[in-house]
């Protein structure tokens, strides 16, 4: 593992992987998608949602995102003298995939120093669906009703002691804390709302 200061040999046991969205010989990957390509993305609702759990977990980093779509090929016409592998592809919506949540809990500090601006995407098209509050209200709901002690004590119990260092005590404090902050995320996104930037450009 390359650190800023040092390299740190990996370790046998559990570890993290990433689950690639699809078959890669399908699909097409990008980290960008132009504006009018944005506005056709299919869950472009997710950011909101997304932004509640940045917002829930103090993601001290901007929100990261790939785009992505499978290719699939049109039949070849009777005659047409295209093999199917030449046939262009069909004009599909991309999706978003919500990717690297390393900066959780202000990455490897395990707190929670809030700022409006953090968690945000980097582009506002994206939150253009959001019209107020109730814009996030599935997703805060959600948090605040499903979220118990109970949901949070399975978590624990799933995660190999060797990634938090076997600090039990460490971990414990930290899930108290995010329980805590399931109601303040209402007032996390109006922080955000009311910033010079003005990331939801349609809230009313």
Known sequence: MEMPRARVPCQPGPQFGSR???DPRRLTLHDFLPDEQLRGVENLHDFAGMLVFDKWTCNTNGRQTIFFREERHRPAAQGDGLEKEDQPPEDRDYRAAMIDQGFCFNAGEWNYPDAPLRGLYARNRVYEGVIGMESFAPWTERVEKSVTERVLAEVIREIPPEWYEDDYDAVTKLLEQLYRRR???PELLL????????????WR
């Open 183 to 185: 109601t303040r995320v």
């Open 191 to 202: 922080a955000a709302k009311n910033t010079t930037r003005q990331p939801f450009p349609n």
């Open 20 to 22: 690639y969205p699809g």
